[in-house]
């Protein structure tokens, strides 16, 4: 049975960062791409980031560009969003998810096409 694990959330001040971790299990890790999403209290779930299945297209919603990375280690079934210079309103729930992929330079930004979803890690950015 497929399973997504984040891990890596946490208080952290305006500013700062926090790397968070998604380790899949269950699944062929290297044919599904893979994307971070997001949810805040009251709010619909919205697109943060997305990577292809081998690792070399990427794509960010406006809010995150150029504070949010993300990247996929194929070898260790982990994928990972780096974010910096966080801001209070990115705190939210953040989820990571799977989406089986035949192209290799596909990336997912639709929530429905996503096959596989882990149960969120909470970041909250406050002073």
């Known amino acids: 049975q497929a399973q997504l694990v984040e891990s890596g959330g946490g208080l952290v001040q305006p500013g700062g960062s926090l790397r968070l971790s998604c380790e899949a299990s269950?699944?062929?890790?290297?044919?599904?791409?893979m994307g971070w999403f997001r949810q805040a209290p009251g709010k619909e779930r919205e697109f943060v980031a997305a990577?292809?299945?081998?690792?070399?297209?990427?794509t960010y919603a406006d809010s995150v560009k150029g504070r949010f990375t993300i990247s996929r280690d194929n070898a260790k079934n982990t994928q990972y969003l780096q974010m910096s210079s966080l801001k209070p309103e990115d705190t939210a729930g953040y989820f990571c998810?799977?989406?089986?992929?035949?192209?290799?330079?596909?990336?997912?930004?639709?929530?429905?096409?996503?096959?596989?979803w882990g149960q969120g890690t909470q970041v909250t950015v406050s002073s």
């Open positions: 998810a799977a989406a089986l992929s035949p192209s290799r330079s596909a990336v997912v930004t639709a929530p429905g096409q996503y096959e596989y």
């Open positions: 990577i292809s299945k081998g690792g070399g297209y990427t």
């Open positions: 269950g699944l062929s890790f290297s044919y599904y791409a």
